[in-house]
């Protein structure tokens, strides 16, 4: 019987069971597992116990082959849809699973006899997962337009959080969504590409507007517009939020909706059927942490191409800096800044220009790479940046694709009950509950309204065996 291997939380993905369909979904107990290299059968070892139980320190258990005396942390250990990752991507895609069967059941009144969603996730704390350490920016200036509406959907959301979260007997819910446009930045060598993308953003409705450097200048006095030759504005449904806010309000509504919480990490899945005319290779997937584990794949050689990138947000202070007039900044050098309040902060990064150089197994924090590297170009573009003073930084992962830095939405194209939500490559909190939305309806109804508004087919995972990568212009 062929193995499947996985962990949580970047492979956000999801196996769905409806009907009569065969749950052979395996989950960890409550308890933090690592993987197990004992045997071909074993899926799951317990790393440390975190309640009194009568189970030994690195017991193992395969669930899924009916071991009577395995940790039993589900009704019958089962469930009609297993979430590998409680990040954002997570918990919305739980959110939106549960939203769409409940206008179908004519139980949605009982929690207790609605179908099962178990989310899994081996960190509750989730301090190192990418949503918690994000900026938390939400933009409409993509250059696909299946990446424009998902973010446009995303932000519909973003201002209605109360009325789609509000949980009785809890506090309303604030995520802190500041609508505050960003400004692209263009030099003569990529004007004609700007030109283009705002071409394609307006087509798909989102609200920009076109700047020369005269105007530029105008609008934004305190830049230095030297080089410039055009800018993108945006007007609407742009500005930044606390992501982590957001997750606690969806924990709470989830909760309330009768999802299970399981901590723990999922390493296995078995196939019910296997054939030498169906042959098992492999797919990569890599943690945020580092760590690594294998997903096995109907195409020899066909590989899921997500893994950690590390990215550094540094924060400073500048008291004669812009305040009120202060976008999301996007210079043509891959530099960006934004204001933090209004009391003189900034955040601002770059993302490297060799990602070799850069030590992904950990969250250090290169200092260097601000001083020599981002302050010059912060210094060049807002002249009151030179007299900065570097209070703090951070560092995250992007949940980086390197195919083509975009997500990956949809079923597996071998085990049917296999989904993705993944590889969004720094622009999973922009569009999180907008693709959650699009793949629940896809797994709960199949294609509907949702669809015709927003075609995630592009993104599927098909893209990787076929060699097309659906080309985003507009990365940061």
Not at 22 to 50: E, G, Q
Not at 216 to 227: A, C, R, S, T, Y
């Amino acid at each position: 019987m062929s193995l499947i291997k996985t962990v949580a939380r970047v492979c956000q993905m999801t196996c769905g069971y409806r009907h009569n369909f065969y749950r052979d979904v395996l989950l960890a107990s409550s308890y933090n597992f690592t993987r197990s290299s004992l045997s071909p059968n074993t899926i799951w070892k317990r790393n440390h116990s975190a309640i009194i139980s009568p189970f030994e320190f690195d017991e193992v258990h395969d669930i899924h082959d009916g071991d009577r005396d395995a940790p039993l942390i589900l009704p019958n250990n089962e469930a009609e849809f297993v979430i590998i990752g409680g990040g954002l991507m997570g918990l919305s895609l739980a959110f939106h699973l549960w939203r769409n069967l409940e206008e179908l059941t004519p139980i949605k009144a009982s929690k207790h006899l609605a179908p099962v969603i178990a989310v899994v996730e081996r960190d509750p704390s989730l301090s190192k997962a990418s949503s918690s350490l994000s900026c938390g920016g939400i933009r409409q200036q993509f250059s696909h337009p299946c990446n424009i509406k998902l973010s446009m959907k995303s932000t519909e959301y973003l201002k209605n959080i109360k009325l789609h979260l509000a949980t009785a007997g809890q506090d309303i819910p604030d995520v802190q969504y500041n609508p505050q446009g960003y400004l692209f930045l263009a030099t003569q060598n990529g004007a004609d590409q700007l030109m283009t993308n705002y071409t394609t953003q307006i087509e798909n409705g989102a609200k920009v507007m076109l700047m020369s450097q005269n105007k530029l200048k105008e609008v934004f006095p305190w830049m230095n517009v030297d080089g410039i030759e055009l800018a993108c504005y945006g007007l609407e449904n742009e500005g930044w939020y606390d992501p982590w806010a957001l997750m606690e309000a969806l924990k709470i509504k989830l909760k309330s909706f009768g999802v299970r919480f399981v901590t723990g990490e999922v390493v296995g899945f078995k196939k019910k059927y296997a054939s030498e005319q169906n042959p098992a290779g492999r797919v990569i997937a890599s943690m945020p942490d580092g760590s690594r584990t294998e997903i096995a794949e109907s195409v020899q050689g066909t590989y899921l191409p997500v893994e950690p990138r590390k990215r550094y947000v540094y924060t400073v202070h500048c008291p004669d800096g812009p305040i009120f007039d202060c976008p999301m900044v996007v210079d043509p050098s891959g530099l960006y800044i934004r204001r933090e309040g209004f009391g003189g902060h900034y955040i601002c990064g770059m993302s490297p220009e060799d990602d070799n150089s850069v030590d992904h197994s950990n969250l250090d924090v290169d200092y260097d790479f601000f001083h020599e590297e981002v302050w010059p170009r912060l210094a060049h573009r807002i002249p009151a940046m030179e007299k900065l003073k570097l209070k703090s930084a951070w560092a995250g992962y992007y949940d980086y694709n390197t195919f083509d830095q975009n997500g990956v939405i949809g079923k597996h194209p071998y085990y049917w009950n296999f989904s993705f939500l993944t590889g969004f490559s720094g622009h999973g909190v922009q569009m999180a509950m907008g693709a959650a939305a699009c793949l629940a309806e896809k797994l709960v109804t199949g294609p509907g309204e949702l669809s015709k508004e927003i075609d995630v087919t592009p993104l599927g995972f098909e893209r990787f065996i076929i060699n097309r990568p659906v080309v985003e212009a507009n990365i940061v």
